[in-house]
């Protein structure tokens, strides 16, 4: 008799373990819930507007031709800047302290370097 209520004992005992652990063993294998998306979000399938697609971004052709443009424009202006730096160094004596007039034309080349740099980069 004391042999089948030990029996019953570990029995139940057993199963009560096994009840226990359950929850912990199968947490493990369910994935993460997902988030809900916001019901106020839009569509991503719904086209946008009314009157058509949605606005394009600006045309790529268009704007290169544009810098371009500038680019060229600001080549000539440094050119023309730097013949003149050239002529004033040769009638200047390079002994003597610099006008405050090149020194502003030898900016205006550096300002109009830097544009350049900035566009040719895009």
């Keep these: 008799m004391s042999q089948s209520r030990r029996h019953l004992l570990q029995s ?7 009840l226990a652990a359950a929850p912990v063993l199968l947490s493990q294998s369910r994935p993460a819930p997902q988030p809900l998306p916001s019901p106020n979000a839009p569509n991503p399938n719904f086209p ?3 009157n058509g697609p949605g606005p394009t ?14 680019i060229r424009e600001d080549v ?7 013949l003149e730096l050239k002529q004033e160094l040769t009638v200047t004596n390079t002994s003597s302290v610099l006008d405050i007039s090149f020194v502003k034309k030898a900016q205006q080349v550096e300002k109009l370097a ?8 895009g």
Excluded at 12 to 18: P, Y
Excluded at 114 to 121: F, I, M, N, R, Y
């Design 114 to 121: 830097k544009q350049v740099k900035d566009l040719a980069k």
């Design 57 to 70: 971004g600006p045309d790529q052709k268009a704007i290169n031709r544009q810098n371009h443009n500038q």
């Design 76 to 82: 000539d202006k440094m050119y023309a800047l730097v």
């Design 12 to 18: 139940f005992a057993g199963f009560t373990g096994a």
């Design 48 to 50: 946008q507007g009314m």
